[in-house]
C-alpha cells in the first residue's frame, strides 16, 4: 500500500500539471479570437481570387497560340498534359507542438496513406509545422524528397510566410515538372471540431458555373496573358495564407479542448487520490489504535 507521503506527492504534481494546463487553455482561448478574425477576413480575397481566375479559365485556353507559349505555362494550371505523372508534391500543414489532441495525427495518418498509395513515384514534400517535418524526416523513404520546410511561425502567421511557401511551390511545380500538388491540413469548422482537407491544389480546379460565358466582354491591357501571369501568383499566396490561417485557428481550438480535457481529468485524479489518502489515513489512525490498545491489554494481563 502507498504511503501518506506517496499519496500527498502524487496529488501535489497532478494539482502542478493540471495549473499548466489550465494556463495552456486560457492562452489558446486568448489567441483563438485574433485567429479567427484573421481567417475570416482571409477567405472572401482568397475566393475572388479564384473567381477573377475562374472568369479568365475559357479565354486563356481558348487564346491563339502559334508558338504555343500560352499552352505550355498557362494551360499547366488548369489541365497540365505535360507534367510528369510520376512526379507528384505533397503540401502538409502540421502544428509546431503537441497537446493538441489528434489534431497532428489525423493529418500525419492521412499523409501517410498519400505517400503509401504514391510509393511508386517521386514526391516532393512542402512540410509546414514542427511535428509534420519531424515526422517526414524520419521516413527515410527513397522516393521522398524534402524540398521545403517552415517551422515555428505557428501562432503568429504572416502573409510573408505564404508568399515563400507560394513560391516554392510554383517554383518546384515547374522546375521538376510536376503531375499533380496535393495539399493536406486541417481546415477550422467550428471551436469544437476541425474538418482534415486533402484535395488537389495544382492543377486548379474550379467547380461547373450554370451559365457560365464562353467569351468575357473585357478588353485587356496589356494582354490577357500578361493579366494572368499576374494574377496566378497572387491567387496560390492568397488561398496559401488562407489555409495557413485556417489550420492555426483549428490548432488553437484544438488545444484548448484537448487542455480542457485534461484539466478535467486532473481534477477527477485529484479527487480520486483524495478519497484514497483519506481512506489510508484512517486505516493508519485505526492500526496505531489498535497497537495502544493491545499494549495497554498486555499491560494488565
Known sequence: MESLRDIRQNIKAIKSTQQIMQTMKMISNARIRRAQDAMTAARPFAKKMYQMV???KQDILAMPQPDDAAESWAGRFF????GDPKKVGLLVITGD?????SFNAVILRSALHFLKAN???EVFVFAVGKKGRDFLARLKMPNLHLVYESVGIFPKVSYAHAELLGEAVLKTYFEQNLGSVTL?????KSLASQNLVEQKFLPFHFEATENKKDESDFLFEPGMLEIFKLLVPRLVKANMYRML?????ANLAATMNAMDAASKNAGELVAALGVKLNKVRQASITNEILDIVNG???LNS
Do not use: P
Open 184 to 188: 493536406i491540413y486541417n481546415d477550422f
Open 119 to 121: 510509393q511508386d513515384k
Open 97 to 101: 507542438k503537441g497537446l493538441a489532441g
Open 79 to 82: 489541365i497540365n498534359k505535360t
Open 245 to 249: 490561417l485556417e489550420s492555426q485557428a
Open 296 to 298: 495497554a491489554e498486555a
Open 54 to 56: 475562374d472568369d479568365l
